[in-house]
Every structure is written in structure tokens, then in C-alpha cells.
């Protein structure tokens, strides 16, 4: 099963992340999987191009990585299973559950509530993420001529918000929760790799405190440790960006 699934991906970068550890909680390890480097500019080769439209829509418009249009066309993951190809995370992770449902861990809770609360808690996870983007990679998004420090500002308050949401989610369903209750789930596989992201630009633990304890316990989690991106284990030491945030 595994050996009929490609995985082409880059490191530390959460939508990647989120389908490695939905793979390594269904037990499909065996997945044939090839490390892109964003810097060699290998998320462009023709070997995405060939799974991933949209990669192939960047190559039409013959834009470079200089331009900050081509770098807003997401290009990984691209994932292959068999003919299937799947390219949007959140689709690889609802796929992967719906096919192997009875094999690994269930990652989609039968209660209504539960349920709710994972679905819920999985689409805010991508305002989250675009928040916090809007911070940390603010002038990769932003041409040289249209920044504005009033803007990063207003970027930088839109996080706070967003933080004090999330701690406050966490401290409602109480200690060793999950993000929809305690099971960990659909909602922990995609939201997880933007908490590890915060920290690693420099999030203080002591001000958002129960982020900080999520992130201890899921960051303990063997699909979460085996997919720990490469470069983060090889250089530990993070950003500072956030820090008074
Ligand atoms: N909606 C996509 C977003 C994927 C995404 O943003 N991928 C980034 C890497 S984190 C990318 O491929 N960027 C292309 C580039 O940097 O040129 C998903 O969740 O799968």
C-alpha cells in the first residue's frame, strides 16, 4: 500500500508536515518520499511539474522564485497514490483517512462533538497559519517598495489575537487535551506544525503558556518525532522574531 504512495516534500514547512505525520499515524511508512530543497529550487523540477498543476501553471507563466508571484504558487506537498495525485494537505490527510481507516490511528473522532470541534478547530488552523505567516515571512510576501512598518505592526497585533484564541481553547478543554478533546486527531495533524513553527521563531512559552504545553506533549509524539523537519534537528537553534509577540 505505502509503496504505491510518493511524497514529494521540503523541510519545515508545515503543509508538508502535516501529510508526514498523518502517514506515519496510519503506519504507512513505507511511502516512497523525496526531500526538495526550497533553496536549490528543486520544488521546481519537472518531477512536480508532472504531479502538481499548479507548479505547472508557475512554469507557463515562466515566472522565477525572485518574483513574488511564483512564490505564492504553492507547489508541495505533491503526493501520489497510485494515479491519484493529491496536493492540497488537508485533502491528503482527509484521503488517507478515509482509505485507511481501520489501519494506525483514527484520526477522525466518532462523536458529533468531537467531530465538530475537529473540523472547527482544523479550518481555523489555516487562518492561524496565514497569520502567522503574515509575520514571520512578511518581506519574502511583500515587495522591497510596498512595506510598511504600520502594516507588520497591524500583521504582528492579528497574531496576538489569533494566539490568545488558541490559548484559550487549550485552557477550556483542560491539561493533556488535544485540540478537539483527547484524542488526538485530524485537527492536531494539521494545526500541530504551525505551533511548532511559533516556537521556533521564538513564541514565549511564559506569555502563552498553554500553547507552550501542547507543544511539549504532541512534539513527544512518535509520528510527530519521525517527521521532525531535518534541518530544524540539524541546526536547533530558531528565530527570535517572535519573541515579544
Ligand atoms: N494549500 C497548500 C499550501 C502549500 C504551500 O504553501 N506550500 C509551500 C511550501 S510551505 C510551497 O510549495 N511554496 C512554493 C514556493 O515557495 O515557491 C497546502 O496546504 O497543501
Known amino acids: ?17 502535516r501529510v ?18 526550497f533553496e536549490k529550487m528543486e520544488h521546481k523540477s519537472q518531477e512536480v ?18 518574483s513574488v508571484a511564483d512564490c505564492l504558487i504553492p507547489q508541495l506537498p505533491t ?3 497510485g494515479d491519484n495525485a493529491v496536493n492540497e494537505s488537508y485533502a491528503v490527510c482527509f484521503y488517507l483517512e478515509s482509505q485507511f481507516q ?20 482544523m479550518f481555523e488552523g489555516l487562518t492561524f497559519y496565514d497569520k502567522l505567516n503574515a509575520v514571520i515571512y512578511y518581506e519574502w510576501f511583500v515587495p ?17 489575537t489569533e494566539l490568545k484564541l488558541w490559548e484559550g481553547y487549550l485552557e477550556k478543554l483542560g491539561a ?7 484524542a488526538f486527531s485530524l485537527a492536531d495533524a494539521t494545526v500541530f506544525p504551525t505551533v511548532a513553527t511559533l516556537f ?38 530558531g528565530q527570535d522574531t517572535l519573541k515579544d509577540i
Not at 1 to 17: K, N, R
Not at 205 to 231: C, F, G, M, N, T
Request: glycine share 6%; proline share 7%.
Open 176 to 182: 493533556g487535551s488535544y485540540l478537539a478533546g483527547t
Open 102 to 121: 481501520s489501519q494506525g490511528n483514527k484520526l477522525i473522532p466518532d462523536s458529533p462533538a468531537a467531530q465538530a470541534l475537529m473540523y472547527q478547530r
Open 20 to 37: 508526514m505525520i498523518a502517514l506515519e499515524e496510519k503506519n504507512l511508512q513505507g511511502y516512497n518520499q523525496k526531500l526538495l530543497s
Open 200 to 237: 521556533r521563531f521564538g513564541l514565549s512559552a511564559e506569555r502563552y503558556p498553554k500553547l507552550a504545553e501542547y507543544h511539549a506533549v504532541v512534539k513527544e509524539r512518535p509520528s510527530v518525532k519521525a517527521s521532525w523537519p531535518p534541518h530544524w534537528l540539524e541546526n536547533p537553534q
Open 79 to 81: 503526493f501520489k497514490h
Open 49 to 66: 511539474l508532472d504531479i502538481n498543476p499548479r507548479g505547472q501553471l508557475a512554469s507557463r507563466q515562466n515566472l522565477s522564485c525572485s
Open 1 to 17: 500500500m505505502a509503496e504505491d504512495m510518493t511524497l514529494l516534500w521540503g523541510s519545515g514547512s508545515p503543509p508538508c508536515w
Open 144 to 160: 522591497e517598495g510596498e512595506r510598511h512598518d504600520s502594516a507588520l505592526k497591524r500583521n504582528r497585533e492579528a497574531l496576538a
